[in-house]
């Protein structure tokens, strides 16, 4: 059995900041020495393929699994039979190589620990952290979210929230008190 990742999730409603943070806090990790891999999940059919490439070839004649591989980088496209259900979040991870942290961007109904993200301009204004133990910190451009019970940041306040993030998840020294 492989060793567990550490991992955040970063949650919230449409066009709340969620990618936006999850580019920043992983260049800030890594900026500080740390090896992150993502996870991001799709609500609907996505494709990081392009029609006509060998590889989307392989694929649309039965492929179930297509590999792409060169010297930078490689990628594994798996193919789903259409009444699959999707794989839960713990069997992604079970696939990552080993790195100090996993950023993930949505699952937020998944009971790892996150980050909620809010926006004021955001359609949906329902607050993730009110019915949802597994929030620890709050991203916020909302005045009123400073009186919440949990640590609250601004959205640009990306080296705090890293901070906080390495803390949390065991990868710095907590502070003293």
């Known amino acids: 059995m492989t060793e567990p990742h550490r991992i955040i999730g970063i949650v919230g409603w449409k066009n709340s900041g969620k990618t936006r943070m999850v580019a920043a806090l992983v260049r800030e990790l890594t900026a500080r020495g740390r090896t992150v891999s993502t996870v991001k999940h799709a609500h609907h059919s996505f494709d990081i393929d392009r029609e006509g490439a060998d590889s989307w070839q392989h694929r649309q004649a039965g492929a179930r699994e297509v590999a792409v591989v060169s010297a930078r980088r490689w990628a594994l496209m798996h193919e789903s039979a259409p009444d699959a259900p999707e794989p839960p979040l713990s069997a992604i991870l079970d696939r990552l190589s080993p790195c100090d942290i996993v950023i993930v961007e949505g699952y937020k109904r998944d009971r790892h ?24 910190a709050i991203v916020s451009d909302e005045p009123d979210s400073v009186g919440e019970a949990l640590p609250v940041f601004g959205h640009d306040a990306i080296g705090e929230i890293a901070d906080f993030v390495e803390r949390h998840v065991g990868l710095a020294k907590p502070e003293l008190s």
């Open 113 to 136: 620990d996150k980050i909620e993200v809010r926006r004021s301009v955001t359609a949906d204004t329902d607050r993730l952290a009110e019915s949802d133990d597994t929030v620890v």
